[in-house]
Structure formats: C-alpha cells, structure tokens
C-alpha cells in the first residue's frame, strides 16, 4: 500500500513509472490498480528455483539471503533497457534488497535513492533475542550479521530513506554515513474512515500478514499469554486473528474462542465488528499500519512500546500501552468492560485522527525534496 499511495500522488504533477517482480497471478490482479491513475507498470518474472539456487550459492558467501534471493540478471537487463529509451530524472529503490541493481545506472544526472522503510538489521537483532530454537536463532543471526554489513551500501545513494526515527537513530549510531530522511507510513483515510456500526462487545483483533514472523510470533504471544487471562473475567470474549497464509502454528490455535480467519476480502470490516484490536509485537521495526489502521477507524488499540514507535507523537494519547502480559489483559479488559472508550475514540477519529494520518502532506513533502536534491544535482 505503501508504493500504491506514493506513486499514486506522485502521479498527479509527475510521470512515474514501476519496474516491480512479478511473484505470482494475483499480483498482476494488484498491478491493474495502477492503471488509472496513468503509471506505467513493467514486470520481471521472478523464478522460484532461481531464487532458491541463489540463496543455496549465499551459503558461501557474505551476501544476505533475502538480497540473494532477488538477485536477477533479467531484471538487470530490464534496467539498461528502460535506461536506454528513457530520460529517467529519479530512481527509487524499494527495500534493502533491490540495492544490489544500484550499479545498472551510471547516469551522474539521475537522482538514486533509497527506502529501507524499517532499519532491517534491528529487527533481526529483536528477532534472534526471542527465537527459543537454536537452529532458527542461529540462521537469523548469521543473516542479522550479514545485513548489519550490507546495510552501508546505502552510502553510494544520495538519500536514505526510513519510517522511523527509532529506525533512523539506531542506522546513525552504526555510523552509516548518508544523508537519512524519514518518510513515515500513512494510510488511505477515505478508505479508513470511522463508521458506526454494531460491533461485538467481546471481539478482539489482531491482523496481518500471517508469514512474517514478528506477527505470528505476536499472535501466539497473545492467544498463550494474554487470552487465558482475559477469559478469567469475560469468558465469552472471542481473539480474531486475521490475516492471509495463516502458517500450520497459527491454524493450530483455533479453538470456542480463538478464530483464525486467513484473508479477508475486507479489512475494514473485520475492524469495525470489533471491539478492540491488539498488538503484542515482542520483535519488529518500523511502524505499523495495523495500528494507525485501526485508531482511524475509532476502534481502541492495545499495543506495546515496540508497536508503536515510528508513529507520530501526536497519536500516542489515543493508544493503551502496556509490555507486561498481566497489565496489557488488564487494560484489554477494561476496555471491553467500558464501550464508552470505543464510542469516544470513534469521534475523535471523525476529527482529528484521520487529518493526522492523510498521505497527501507526506507524499508533498517528499516530491518537494526530490525537486530540491534533483536540482541541487544537476546545477
């Protein structure tokens, strides 16, 4: 949604062109999105077992799993072929692993910048803090040191680009020497926007993408942990873990008052049947839409510290926090035991709450940057 939404305002006053891969059908589903709005799309194919034959190959070298698995001579070749027929005035890359096609443009002209969007490296140092098995911990903290090292190549961009300044603080201290912007996360507020309805008294939520595992380590966390204790004193309240590609240990949870629910075509939807949303990441970085997601709609948010950096200090007042397991089913039960937090929070996001959360300012101040660095570079 991230690239949607930028690429979708850029449009509006700027010719913006995606060279993406292609990993399956449905994404050419997503793709057609673009159409309207005038973007030309180009795609590369990306193959399984080339990916899978790279990443074997990185075992013996230092290069980072998830930059191997993206590493495509096609993709090169798509590169020089766009660069050939096109005055191409900014380039920007998407995630630490497209980093590796930096070199296909030589053209001093052209801005090249970066978005990391989280600092990848700190969310494998919390990750391997929480990992119990040994094989999967010691697999995160061999790629943890490989990233830490690749990360630097951010230095040969103009701009470095990060969600967070938790992010952005912790890439500064390693000494990475670029010049580091934050470009924070919004959602679509049109889309996002608080309606009332009738909602379950003791539905609770969490949502997202059910393979990374800083999401289903957190579901598991809360179903465990956390759930037991709220039934303690509303036993009829029901935990709602939504999201596509539930793997085998999230499925396993279901239970009277567990649901596991895997893609939904609605996401808003299964927001505003609920009366609260969760979310106990124990590991992560960056900032999370499921958050910010959920505030705009008015629907009460209980999250730890971790979940909620990089998120404008503005919102904090209208989130729960707690790290401890007694104190966070403690203020989960509160909230179900008073609708009058829900129903006020819904008011505030009619008027406040979505203004704060809009993309059209950020995607404004990041085009106004580009036109000064471009300038800058070319005068």
Known sequence: MKIYNIAKHLSVHHSVRILTFLRSKK?????????????????????????????????????????????SSKMKLKINEILRNNRIDVVYYHLIRSAQYLSTISDERTLKIIDYTDAVSL???????????????LFIKIEQKRVTAYESIAERFHTLFICSKVDK????????????????????????????????????????????YANYDAAIYFAQEISPLILKSIPEAEFFIVGQKPPVCIRKL???????????????????????????MRFGAGTLNKVIESISLGVPV????????????????????????????????????NPSIRNELMEEGKNVICNLL????????????LESELSKLNN
């Open 254 to 280: 279901q239970s009277k008052n567990i649901k596991v629910t895997g893609f939904v075509p609605d996401i808003k939807a299964e927001y505003l049947k609920s009366a609260l949303n969760v979310a106990p």
């Open 27 to 71: 994404q050419l589903k997503d793709l057609e999105h673009f159409n309207k709005y005038g973007i030309q799309i180009d795609i590369v194919k990306l193959s399984i077992f080339e990916s899978l034959i790279k990443v074997l190959i990185a075992i013996v070298s230092n290069t980072p799993f998830q930059v191997a698995w993206y590493s």
């Open 123 to 137: 969310y494998l140092k919390r990750f391997a803090e929480i990992e119990n098995n040994p094989f999967k911990k």
């Open 169 to 212: 603080d912790f890439l500064e201290k390693r000494g990475i020497d670029v010049k580091i912007q934050i470009l924070q996360n919004r959602i679509d507020t049109k889309y996002f926007n608080p309606v009332k309805q009738d909602y379950s008294k003791g539905r609770i939520i969490f949502t997202g993408n059910m393979p990374y």
């Open 302 to 337: 209980v999250a730890t510290s971790l979940a909620i950096e990089g998120l404008p200090e503005e919102l904090y007042k209208y989130i729960s926090v707690a790290d401890d397991k007694n104190e966070f089913a403690g203020i989960v039960i509160k909230i179900l035991n």
């Open 358 to 369: 809009s993309w059209k300012k950020i995607v404004d101040d990041f085009a106004n940057y």
